[in-house]
Each structure stands twice: as C-alpha cells, then as structure tokens.
C-alpha cells in the first residue's frame, strides 16, 4: 500500500525557514517523480514543485522559484521541501504528491494528507 | 501566463448528470495537455479520478468518466449521489516538468 507522510509543518517568520518532508513507503521511490501542491486556506490547489525519480531535475511554480528547494534522499525513501523567505501568502497545507513516472510527472496517482504552514510574525 | 479554467460551481440533482469542463485561457486542451480530475471533500487530501482524459483511477465509480469536449476537458458524473458533492479539480500538463491546476468546480448535490 502506497502511503505519504507529510511533517514539518508549523509557524514560521516571514523571511525565516521551514523544511518540510515526505516518507513515502509501498514504491520504489527512486522510480517516480514526486511533487509538492499546496492549498491556501479556503482556496484551491496550486501545484508547487516537482523532480524526477533522480532527483537531478526539478521544476518550480514561479511563485515560489528562487525561494523554495525540492530535493530527494532515495535511500531513506523521503522527499523535502525547503522553504527559504516564506511570505504570507505561502501560508498552506503542503501536499506530497506521487508522479506516475520516473522523468516526469502527467498526473498525480497518491496523495499525503498535507502539512499546515503558518507564516506569520 | 496560462490560465486553467473551471467553472466555479454546479448543482445537480440526485440521480441526475453533470459535466463539469476545463479549458485554457488560451488554446484548446487536448489528450496532449495529459488531462486529469480530482476530488477533494473538505478536510480532505485531494483523490485521483481521472487520468490521461478518460482513465480511470483504481476504485473509482464508472457514474465517473472524462473526455474532451470540444477545446475542452470534461469530467462527467452520470447518476449523481449525495457523496459525490465535493470540490473537483483538473489538471493539465504544459510541458516541461510544469503542471497547472484549474480554480475548481464546487458540485453540490440536491
């Protein structure tokens, strides 16, 4: 059974740093792409990030680019999320994603059940 | 920048069909574009539906199909039930790694 664990969370300054992460278990890890999609309170989805099954491409909305890391240890089978500068409108719950492939990801085939990210002062 | 688009809400009545569409702000959707759908309860993580236009997802319901319509995708629900009122959402790929979700479709049931 495919299951994601989101941790990390939590209240975090503006400008200040926050790393999220993802155990993933019931796949090989290494073989699939994994993502990160976020939902503000009271709005909609809005994918984040993502990387292939290597690690050695990423992807990044632009409203995160130059502020948040997405990365991968393979071998303790866990994603991250590093979240640099966070600002307000970063405040979420940060859902893990599992790809559908190795390279890239077409569509999203499980879900974690997320992680709140509170960015306040 | 690429909008996706869904319309915001739609009710059905039980036992009744919706389709529920998503399109681009600019162009057409296409099978290229790899559309999937969505449910999310509230409180609840997102569900995977539909995928590649009209694959679907293990355990989900046949009352659940996707196409394309026209420019669009389309997600419909053939015989409505009460627990299918939820928040719904399509996803598109652009390429390049990129993925873009659409606002969501409230669908309420009565």
Known sequence: ?121 | QTVVTQEPSFSVSPGGTVTLTCGLSSGSVSTGYYPSWYQQTPGQAPRTLIYNTNTRSSGVPNRFSGSILGNKAALTITGAQADDESDYYCVLYMGSGISVFGGGTKVTVL
Request: include cysteine; glycine fraction near 12%.
């Open chain 1, 1 to 121: 059974e495919v299951q994601l664990l989101e941790s990390g969370g939590g209240l975090v300054q503006p400008g200040g740093s926050l790393r999220l992460s993802c155990a993933a278990s019931g796949f090989i890890f290494s073989s699939y792409a994994m993502s990160w999609v976020r939902q503000a309170p009271g709005k909609g989805l809005e994918w984040v990030s993502a990387l292939s099954g290597s690690g050695g491409s990423t992807h990044y909305a632009d409203s995160v680019k130059g502020r948040f890391t997405i990365s991968r240890d393979n071998s303790k089978n866990t994603l991250y999320l590093q979240m640099n500068s966070p600002r307000a409108e970063d405040t979420a719950i940060y859902y893990c994603a599992k790809g559908d492939q190795l390279l890239r990801i077409y569509y999203f085939d499980y879900w974690g059940q997320g992680t709140l990210v509170t960015v306040s002062s």
